[in-house]
T-cell receptor, first 114, second 113 residues
């Protein structure tokens, strides 16, 4: 099993460009998450999907949109990239939307917005 | 007050020593607690989870939880240079949170040979 996979690994954008970060998991998990990680800020939740067909905002959703394409895939879209969105983006998944369920992370996408 | 606070680092210990990493949380209703290890340039890797007061041991790692004091810690015995990483404390705040986690900023640990 590959676990959680993310594409691309690295990306450089110019301000105003758009892009979609892709995430897929093969663990048959119901819940998926998008985080960003900035120096000194820890991991912050952008959006999550408790189950197929549902999405909800996290702590820092502004400037992002998501799509839960099916049970396996959860994408994150930047419609008009800004330098403040320069960060490392991690996707994660968990079995169910319950407090005791552990989250497993993908390898991350390093995004630079010039 | 931050929702999840970790002791400020970096923390440096000699090889073979016990490394102690601490975390406090603000929401008294929090139900589950996780420790992740993150090597530089890599993604977080789950190493321990704890849900009940007391100690939970797994190999060289021991997680300790005290809900009354809103405190969770991670002890690493016989520290090795390969333990050098940033350790993230994560807290689930309860049923209404689903399995969403709130993370601390992390503590950077260096184990010196």
């Amino acid at each position: 099993n590959a676990g959680v996979t993310q594409t691309p690994k690295f990306q450089v954008l110019k301000t105003g460009q758009s892009m979609t970060l892709q995430c897929a998991q093969d663990m048959n998990h119901n819940s998926m998450y998008w985080y960003r990680q900035d120096p000194g800020m820890g991991l912050r939740l952008i959006y999550y999907s408790a189950s197929e067909g549902t999405t909800d905002k996290g702590e820092v959703p502004n400037g992002y949109n998501v799509s839960r394409l099916n049970k396996r895939e959860f994408s994150l879209r930047l419609e008009s990239a800004a330098p403040s969105q320069t960060s490392v983006y991690f996707c994660a998944s968990s079995e169910e939307g319950q407090p005791y369920n552990e989250q497993f992370f993908g390898p991350g996408t390093r995004l630079t917005v010039l | 007050q931050k929702e999840v606070e970790q002791n400020s680092g970096p923390l440096s210990v000699p090889e073979g020593a016990i490394a102690s990493l601490n975390c406090t949380y603000s929401d008294r209703g929090s139900q589950s607690f996780f420790w992740y290890r993150q090597y530089s340039g890599k993604s977080p890797e789950l190493i321990m989870s704890i849900y009940s007061n007391g100690d939970k041991e797994d190999g060289r790692f021991t997680a300790q939880l005290n809900k009354a004091s809103q405190y969770v810690s991670l002890l690493i015995r016989d520290s090795q240079p390969s333990d050098s990483a940033t350790y993230l404390c994560a807290v689930n705040k309860g049923e209404t949170s689903g399995s969403r986690l709130t993370f601390g900023e992390g503590t950077q640990l260096t184990v010196n040979p």
